[in-house]
């Protein structure tokens, strides 16, 4: 989206092999054969139509070119989201905000991805773990990370909640199971080449 570019074009040095455009996944607006390399950092889960979006850029990459891609892995792998998700089904538990267990860590089937690139026409398709650890400063500034500032705010607003009430009940939840000081969590994402 258009802030996230202006934010990127203010932490790079200018230069004139670098173009910024906003453009659709799904409909990506470049001639065919156009680049050597696609990439996208965390976002392939987002794709209404991933099958669609991986067409796209199957069809604006140069021969032998790559498609290189990470998602999340699912939320029990990723400690943090995996908490946040728990406590919050506590907190409204007739009806539990899903989130981050249904999109951001709702795609990390690897026989699913490989499928559905299959689908796009790639054939080369290589899938890797990549694990990694997650620290914040504490456990508030962790859960004020994920209540407040992913689209998971929306569903804990569109139930009612007083925003900071569920964040402080989330960094409550999070300092019991990491500690009270600075927090670290395991992290695993899939990191996806495709040709």
């Not at 029990?76 to 860590?105: I, Q, S, Y």
């Amino acid at each position: 989206n258009q802030p996230m570019l202006d934010h990127a074009r203010t932490r790079m040095v200018d230069d004139p092999r670098i173009t910024w455009q906003q453009a659709d996944a799904q409909a990506l607006p470049f001639e065919d054969a156009q680049f050597d390399a696609v990439a996208c950092q965390f976002g392939a889960m987002f794709f209404p139509d991933r099958v669609g979006a991986y067409g796209q850029v199957r069809r604006v990459m140069r021969l032998g070119g790559h498609f290189l891609f990470n998602v999340w892995g699912a939320i029990e792998e990723n400690e943090f989201a995996d908490e946040v998700t728990r406590a919050l089904g506590h907190f409204f538990p007739a009806d539990p905000p899903r989130f981050m267990a249904r999109t951001p860590h709702g795609y990390h089937d690897a026989d699913v991805i490989r499928a559905d690139l299959h689908a796009a026409g790639f054939r080369n398709i290589t899938i890797e773990p990549l694990d990694a650890v997650s620290a914040a400063s504490s456990p508030y500034e962790a859960a004020t990370a994920y209540c407040q500032g992913t689209p998971l705010r929306v569903e804990i607003e569109a139930r009612g909640g007083s925003l900071e009430e569920v964040t402080r009940y989330v960094a409550n939840a999070l300092g019991k199971r990491f500690g009270e000081g600075p927090v670290s969590g395991r992290i695993r994402a899939l990191v996806v080449d495709a040709a």
